[in-house]
């Protein structure tokens, strides 16, 4: 069974600083995409930024950008220049050959202004 | 376009009760899928329905059940009521293509369980 973790419950940026969050998971599969969610309070998930397993170019999504490594089963994303609206839960989540998500736990990201 | 719609936003149910929630997906999305959110157990996958059939069940027992229409717009159902139902319900829309789709999600039904 697929599994995501993510290690750190919550993260603090200064605002206009740039923080990485990260998230490892475990798959047997070859084919698969990777997704990051913000759920602000309101609770909706927004998409951030989706990453196919078979590229190797990292997705970029404006100041949203992840760093894909496969053969270690990492899947980081990095937000530049953090604004106070990025303040949110983040998920990671995988999505493979049964069609639905996989989340983590979730980190939840404060940013100080 | 519409995003995807979720009804009721919230209610109150009591233990024993039955409840049933709504979601209307994306324009021209025929798969939904349902997600329960709770503080303890997270984000977890309840079912998935395409073209009006459940195509993917997540570990759930049966209290938990849905249907989609023929118009793609879907229900779910909690029988007995539990506290433990107490949850956050999100539904979520894609083409339900076999892999790769980005999944949309609606702001979800709160539910509460006394």
């Known amino acids: 069974a697929q599994t995501v973790t993510q290690s750190q419950p919550e993260m603090s940026v200064q605002e206009a600083e740039t923080v990485t969050l990260s998230c490892t998971y475990d798959?047997?599969?070859?084919?698969?995409?990777l997704f990051w969610y913000k759920q602000p309070p309101s609770r909706q998930m927004i998409l951030v930024i989706r990453?196919?397993?078979?590229?190797?170019q990292n997705a970029t999504e404006n100041r949203f950008s992840v760093n894909f490594q496969k053969a270690a089963k990492s899947f980081s994303l990095k937000i530049s220049d953090s604004q106070l609206g990025d303040a949110a839960m983040y998920f990671c989540?995988?999505?493979?050959?049964?069609?639905?998500?996989?989340f983590g736990k979730g980190t939840k990201l404060s940013v100080k202004p | 376009k519409a995003g995807v719609t979720q009804t009721p936003r919230y209610l109150i149910k009591t233990r024993g009760q039955q409840v049933t929630l709504s979601c209307s997906p994306i324009s021209g999305h025929r798969s939904v899928s349902w997600y329960q959110q709770t503080p303890g157990q997270g984000l977890q996958f309840l079912f998935e329905y395409f073209s009006e059939t459940q195509r993917n069940k997540g570990n759930f027992p049966g209290r938990f059940s849905g249907r989609q229409f023929s118009n793609s717009r879907s229900e779910m159902n909690v029988s007995t009521l539990e506290l433990g139902d107490s949850a956050l319900y999100l539904c979520?829309?894609?083409?339900?293509?076999?892999?790769?789709?980005?999944?949309?999600f609606g702001e979800g039904s709160w539910l509460t369980v006394v």
């Open positions: 990453q196919e397993a078979y590229k190797q």
């Open positions: 798959t047997s599969e070859s084919d698969y995409y």
């Open positions: 979520a829309s894609s083409r339900g293509e076999p892999l790769g789709n980005t999944i949309y």
């Open positions: 989540a995988y999505g493979g050959s049964q069609g639905n998500l996989i």
